[in-house]
């Protein structure tokens, strides 16, 4: 009889965590999760054995609580929750250390790091920490596969609310500045799933999106009319107004920490209100949907279908612009 693998996941709470964790236990591995509080514990589907300690200080009880453990393969789906400076380099970095050191202890040969598709143009902090852990993670000398998945159904859904009650569809600048391929929790837990197994995807950096063509804000409001039944106005913000309220902020952050971090904050909302989460064509200067792999079959507009017709809205993170 064949044992089951044993796999550690990190940040199985989160959206795409809980994704990750079904489609584990789906294929059948052994799964633990460590989590951070008791609280955490209810959101655990069966099947899962479960940790509880603090991953940005290990020393605290979570290596206590694993000393004796083995593992075959680490999963970390850890993210900050601002992507602001201090929480990035916290998170991002230095828990994914602690995560990585942890992997060696309990014998882990693998490591699958859920990264972001944003790295590869970094220009914040929360993107330079994570790539000084993926360099951290390819020198390791574990087998590594880093995963840098586009949007998420859950960044581009927190407006439903807003055009149910009339309240118009807001887009930046002319609505076709970005653009990304939807990719939902659960297919890319199955693509994590598969990174265990799947030889061609060791030792590698894999960009990842969803099926179909790329979609552009504009598109995802004319979707929203369709699903509705319903005109729905769109609203342009210009680009420009975010740039007035990153240096207001970025000037009275000089005298009060509270504002510098609001400014921190408006620099990664103009970012994803400018950048697409598509994969970086540099012979073009572009970013290229044909060059960005796509898994699975579920699409953002199935899911916005099911929201609307189970009257529910979109859980969202702080991450979220609207």
């Given at each position: 009889?064949?044992?089951?693998?044993?796999?550690?996941?990190?940040?199985?709470?989160?959206?795409?965590?809980?994704?990750?964790?079904?489609?584990?236990?789906?294929?059948?591995?052994?799964?633990?999760?460590?989590?951070?509080?008791?609280?955490?514990?209810?959101?655990?589907?069966?099947?899962?054995?479960?940790?509880?300690?603090?991953?940005?200080?290990?020393?605290?009880?979570?290596?206590?609580?694993?000393?004796?453990?083995?593992?075959?393969?680490?999963?970390?789906?850890?993210?900050?929750?601002?992507?602001?400076?201090?929480?990035?380099?916290?998170?991002?970095?230095?828990?994914?250390?602690?995560?990585?050191?942890?992997?060696?202890?309990?014998?882990?040969?693998?490591?699958?790091?859920?990264?972001?598709?944003?790295?590869?143009?970094?220009?914040?902090?929360?993107?330079?920490?994570?790539?000084?852990?993926?360099?951290?993670?390819?020198?390791?000398?574990?087998?590594?596969?880093?995963?840098?998945?586009?949007?998420?159904?859950?960044?581009?859904?927190?407006?439903?609310?807003?055009?149910?009650?009339?309240?118009?569809?807001?887009?930046?600048?002319?609505?076709?500045?970005?653009?990304?391929?939807?990719?939902?929790?659960?297919?890319?837990?199955?693509?994590?799933?598969?990174?265990?197994?799947?030889?061609?995807?060791?030792?590698?950096?894999?960009?990842?999106?969803?099926?179909?063509?790329?979609?552009?804000?504009?598109?995802?409001?004319?979707?929203?009319?369709?699903?509705?039944?319903k005109p729905v106005k769109i609203k342009r913000i210009p680009v420009a107004l975010l740039d007035v309220i990153y240096w207001v902020l970025r000037i009275g952050g000089l005298l009060s920490r509270k504002l510098a971090e609001k400014a921190e904050l408006a620099q990664i909302?103009?970012?994803?209100?400018?950048?697409?989460?598509?994969?970086?064509?540099?012979?073009?200067?572009?970013?290229?949907?044909?060059?960005?792999?796509?898994?699975?079959?579920?699409?953002?507009?199935?899911?916005?279908?099911?929201?609307?017709?189970?009257?529910?809205?979109?859980?969202?993170?702080?991450?979220?612009?609207?």
């Amino acid at each position: 009889m064949t044992l089951k693998k044993r796999v550690l996941v990190f940040g199985g709470t989160g959206t795409a965590g809980r994704g990750v964790v079904r489609a584990l236990l789906a294929s059948d591995y052994a799964v633990t999760c460590v989590l951070r509080d008791r609280k955490s514990l209810d959101e655990m589907p069966t099947g899962v054995e479960e940790i509880l300690g603090s991953v940005t200080d290990p020393n605290a009880g979570l290596n206590n609580a694993l000393h004796d453990k083995k593992f075959d393969v680490v999963v970390s789906c850890l993210a900050s929750r601002t992507g602001a400076p201090k929480d990035a380099w916290a998170i991002d970095h230095a828990a994914q250390f602690n995560a990585l050191a942890i992997a060696k202890t309990a014998d882990a040969t693998q490591f699958i790091l859920l990264s972001a598709i944003c790295v590869q143009r970094p220009k914040l902090a929360f993107q330079h920490a994570k790539l000084a852990f993926e360099k951290e993670l390819i020198a390791s000398g574990l087998t590594y596969s880093i995963v840098r998945p586009t949007a998420f159904f859950k960044s581009l859904s927190g407006q439903i609310e807003r055009v149910r009650n009339d309240k118009g569809f807001l887009v930046f600048g002319d609505g076709t500045l970005t653009a990304c391929t939807p990719l939902s929790d659960d297919d890319l837990g199955r693509f994590i799933a598969q990174c265990i197994t799947d030889e061609t995807k060791h030792n590698q950096i894999l960009p990842i999106g969803g099926p179909g063509p790329a979609i552009t804000p504009n598109e995802q409001g004319e979707a929203l009319a369709r699903i509705l039944k319903k005109p729905v106005k769109i609203k342009r913000i210009p680009v420009a107004l975010l740039d007035v309220i990153y240096w207001v902020l970025r000037i009275g952050g000089l005298l009060s920490r509270k504002l510098a971090e609001k400014a921190e904050l408006a620099q990664i909302g103009r970012y994803y209100a400018t950048e697409s989460m598509l994969v970086w064509n540099p012979e073009t200067g572009k970013y290229d949907r044909d060059l960005t792999p796509s898994t699975g079959t579920e699409t953002l507009f199935q899911h916005y279908e099911q929201l609307i017709k189970e009257n529910r809205a979109q859980e969202r993170g702080d991450h979220s612009v609207f």
